[in-house]
Structures are given as C-alpha cells and as structure tokens.
C-alpha cells in the first residue's frame, strides 16, 4: 500500500489494513508482446459466443435498462446440461475466483482449520486472511516431486481445498486419490478447483452424486477463452448449493450481466469447438514440453494449458528477465521452494516456436 500514510489509514476498517492481495499477474502493455504468464487461452471463443453477445443488444432495447436474471437460469441449465448433472447442483459467479471466496465464506470458517498444499494457487491464502482464518489454515507441503500427498489429508479439519490440476505444478491427481479425500473427510467440505481440468486431468463433478461433502469448482477462463467474460461455476448437492446462494444473495444479487449469461450459454451448446480446441491446446502442450526437454529443461508432468519447467543450468529469474527483454513474458514466482522454476502459457504453435528460439539464443551465449 504504497503512498497511503498511517494518518490516512486511520479511516480503513483495522482488519484491511493488515489484507495482503493477490497480485494478479501483469497485463502490460509491450510492443510484439508474447503473453505466456496468465494462462489465457491463445484461441478465441467459438464464433458463436461473439454472435450472442452481439443478439442481446440487437434483440432487446431493454438489455441494458433492466437487471439480468438473478439466478442466471438459462447459463444454469447450459452448465448442466453441459456437465450432464442437475441444474439444481450448479451455482454459478462473476469468474470462480468469486465462487471460491463465497465457498471460504460459506464452508471454511469453522472452528478446525482448513488444509491446502504449501505450492498452489495463491488466492487460497489470501481469502484465508480476508475471510479470517489464516490462523485456523494448516499448509501442507507437496511431496518432493511436486505432488499432493493424499495421506496428509486425513487429519481432522474444517475443510479441505485442492487445485486439480495443480498450479502452478500442473500436475494432476487421479479420481480415486480424490475419493480417498473424499472419504476420509465425511463431515468436512472437500473442494475440488478444476480450473485446468478441460486439459486433460479426470473431473470429480462425476462424482458429485455420489458425496454429499464434495464442491467442484471450474471457470469459463481458460479452457473456453473466456478470461474477459467473468464467469465460473461450482457443482455440488443441493444442500450445499444452498449454502453458496445464501451468501451470494447477502454480497450481490446480480453477479454475471446479460451478456455474460448470453455469451457463455452459447460456449457450453458449442461442445464441438470447445473440445477441438482444447485437443490443439494438448498437442501444443506435449510439443513444447518435447522442444525445452531438448534444450535441457526439466519439465513437470502437465494436465494443464501451462507447463512448470526449470532449467538447472540458469537461474529463473534471471531466464524470466531475458525472456522479458525480449518481449516474451511468463510467470516467475519468487518463493521457497519453486523459485527455480518458470510457469509457462501454452500458446500457438508458432507463439511456441518464437518462446523456443528466443530461449535457444539465451541460452547459447
Ligand atoms: C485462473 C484460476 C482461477 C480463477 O478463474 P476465474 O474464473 O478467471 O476467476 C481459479 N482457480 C485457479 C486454480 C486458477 O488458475
């Protein structure tokens, strides 16, 4: 909080003066910019979200002047359909990084504390803090090749939250490791964030049916190109959804705006797209990981639209800097443990190739 004075902050509620954000990452504005560090999909959506967005202007004078549907039932039911589960186990919010906060509130603050891996997605110890809990969260580390170890998760909690994949390892479990969560935690919530699930990894929303203490949490972002739209969604049993809209109708009543209803309602009916391009994503994805194993990266497992590589003969951050210089950017982490490591946005082929010879020619002088 750069250049607010304490004299100043002396009207801040006492609990945000001590919040610590998420620092998303950048968004700059660089000339012949390859944008690798925000997972963003290299695709646009399917021609057909651009159509509806355009239909909800053209078909109603009305669009702007009213609110949208409070429950957003038609973008409920594309979800369910699309997902093939009951509309009544769907809940959706303005990007799931607001679903995730209405889970933390609506599930986590309990008087045991809640687990999370020590290297994961970095919004979980932020809304830990806002929602007051950090103190009540038990940090559990990965194993040594990067990989969530089940067996910590049978410790008594007040919930438990794991990205699967996992970023920014970009590693991912198998269902029946998640089961074994899942059983193991009867009388706490197990919340499944599948951001990067579309890439490859299992989905748990299979087994939704089947626990009554599992969320399944995805987002429009990534796998649908839909980072600028804001939509997410979680699936769970009714009784749980429940508890999710309670708090979503004491925070705001209208959280995703006409077109985003529109636009990603037309994303979840266009499943043909949606899987042909997340095929070119994987293919992309396994040539990349081919091309830096040659050059003498060591490349995590992924299931994911990014790859975690690390060079051990050149520094990271160093490699993320001279990536920069030449208008190339990814995500660079400087904490314990992963400070050795770039996370790295699959982009086009040829947006790959441009990453692999600017990377040759670093590494070569
Ligand atoms: C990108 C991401 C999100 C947030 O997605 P939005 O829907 O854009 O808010 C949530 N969880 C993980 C692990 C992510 O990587």
């Given at each position: 909080m750069s250049n607010i004075s304490m004299e100043q902050m002396r009207f801040w509620s006492p609990d945000v003066r001590e919040l610590e954000p998420y620092v998303p990452g950048e968004q700059p504005k660089i000339q012949n910019l390859l944008k690798l560090n925000t997972n963003e999909n290299p695709y646009p959506p399917s021609p057909k979200?651009?159509?509806?967005?355009q239909a909800v202007l053209e078909n109603s004078?009305?669009?702007?002047?009213?609110y949208p549907d409070p429950?957003?039932?038609?973008?409920?039911?594309?979800?369910?359909?699309?997902?093939?589960?009951?509309?009544?186990?769907?809940?959706?919010?303005?990007?799931?990084?607001?679903?995730?906060?209405?889970?933390f509130k609506a599930f986590f603050v309990q008087d045991l504390p809640i687990l999370y891996p020590d290297i994961t997605y970095s919004f979980y110890p932020v809304y830990s803090q806002f929602f007051g809990i950090a103190a009540n969260t038990k940090i559990l580390p990965l194993n040594d090749d990067f990989e969530i170890a089940v067996d910590d998760y049978k410790q008594p909690n007040g919930g438990i939250i794991i990205t699967n994949p996992n970023a920014p390892t970009s590693i991912a479990l198998g269902l029946p490791e998640i089961e074994e969560v899942?059983?193991?935690?009867?009388?706490?919530v197990v919340v499944i964030d599948e951001a990067y699930v579309d890439f490859g990894a299992?989905?748990?929303?299979?087994l939704v049916e089947k626990y009554e203490n599992l969320v399944v949490c995805q987002t429009t972002s990534k796998s649908r190109s839909l980072a600028g739209l804001r939509v997410g969604f979680a699936i769970a049993q009714p009784h749980l959804i429940a508890a999710l809209e309670a708090v979503k109708n004491s925070f705001n009543s209208y959280p995703i705006d006409r077109f985003a209803i529109a636009a990603a309602v037309a994303s979840f009916e266009d499943q043909a797209y949606f899987e042909a391009q997340n095929q070119k994503v994987i293919a992309s994805r396994e040539k990349l990981t081919a091309q830096l194993t040659g050059l003498g990266f060591k490349v995590l497992p992924s299931k994911a639209n990014f790859i975690f590589a690390s060079l051990p003969s050149k520094d990271a951050g160093e490699l993320a800097a001279a990536l920069r210089e030449q208008g190339i950017i990814v995500r660079y982490f400087n904490k314990p443990r992963i400070n050795q490591f770039l996370r790295i946005t699959i982009g086009t082929d040829e947006?790959?190739?441009?990453?692999?010879?600017t990377l040759k020619n670093i590494i070569l002088v």
């Open positions: 979200v651009v159509a509806a967005v004078a009305d669009a702007l002047r009213l429950d957003a039932m038609a973008l409920k039911q594309a979800i369910a359909k699309q997902q093939n589960t009951a509309v009544e186990n769907v809940f959706v919010g303005n990007g799931s990084d607001e679903v995730l906060a209405h889970i899942l059983q193991a935690n009867p009388d706490s299992e989905s748990a929303v299979s947006q790959n190739q441009r990453l692999v010879d």
